[in-house]
């Protein structure tokens, strides 16, 4: 199966940036749609920013204009860089990549462990 492996989460102040990084590993026949999605204890997992393989991307309202995600396709890495950052973005960030499997080309969803990112006001 496909692991997802998270970083560049942290503690920041209100106002400045982060860059998070989820490196794709594995085997896989080929990785389509990429996300962030962030989530609080007891709360629903939500949508942050996602991005296809080609290239069209996505964004939440409140992270238009702040943040931008990007994609590595020979490095099977997404990135999302977090700009301008509130305290309300506090929160666990998950990765998620949409692959389709070597062998039956069948579509998968996978998940990263998380990583916290925490501004501070």
């Known amino acids: 199966q496909v692991q997802l492996v998270e970083s560049g989460g942290g503690l920041v102040q209100a106002g400045g940036s982060l860059r998070l990084s989820c490196a794709a590993s594995?085997?896989?026949?080929?990785?389509?749609?990429m996300g962030w999605y962030r989530q609080a204890p007891g709360k629903q997992r939500e949508l942050v920013a996602c991005v296809t393989r080609g290239g069209t991307t996505k964004y939440a309202d409140s992270a238009k204009g702040r943040f931008t995600i990007s994609r590595d396709n020979a490095k099977n890495t997404v990135y999302l860089q977090m700009n301008s950052l509130k305290p309300e973005d506090t929160d666990v960030y998950y990765c998620n990549a949409v692959a389709l499997d070597t062998t039956t080309r069948f579509e998968y969803s996978y998940w990263g462990q998380g990583t916290q990112v925490t501004v501070s006001s």
């Open positions: 594995g085997s896989f026949f080929r990785i389509n749609d």
